[in-house]
């Protein structure tokens, strides 16, 4: 069984930086793609970034400059560096990992940007 777990949130004042980071255990076949959605109150979940098998990345537009995902694929581990956060960052943030046939949620970890 592969399960995600994400840790890293919590509650910064606005300008500050938060690192979130994936831990996937259990069976999980290349090549996947690792990534992070989130999801404020009232909200559909949105993709924030991407990152793929070869560490091509990808970043949703308000983010970009400002959040950085990596990976470590002997850990199977992603990262989000989160850097010069805004309030309207705040939401749950959510880990994936997709493979060629399969996708996979962590259960959220929630951050709080307020002053």
């Known amino acids: 069984q592969v399960q995600l777990v994400e840790s890293g949130g919590g509650v910064v004042q606005p300008g500050g930086s938060l690192r979130l980071s994936c831990a996937a255990s259990?069976?999980?076949?290349?090549?996947?793609?690792m990534g992070w959605h989130r999801q404020a109150p009232g909200k559909q979940p949105e993709l924030v970034a991407t990152?793929?098998?070869?560490?091509?990345?990808s970043y949703e537009d308000s983010v970009k400059g400002r959040f950085t995902i990596s990976r470590d694929n002997a850990k199977n581990t992603v990262y989000l560096q989160m850097n010069s956060l805004k309030p309207e960052d705040t939401a749950v943030y959510f880990c994936?990992?997709?493979?060629?046939?399969?996708?996979?949620w962590g259960q959220g970890t929630q951050v709080t940007v307020s002053s």
């Open positions: 994936n990992v997709w493979t060629v046939d399969s996708d996979y």
């Open positions: 259990g069976s999980i076949f290349s090549p996947y793609s």
């Open positions: 990152i793929a098998d070869g560490a091509a990345a």
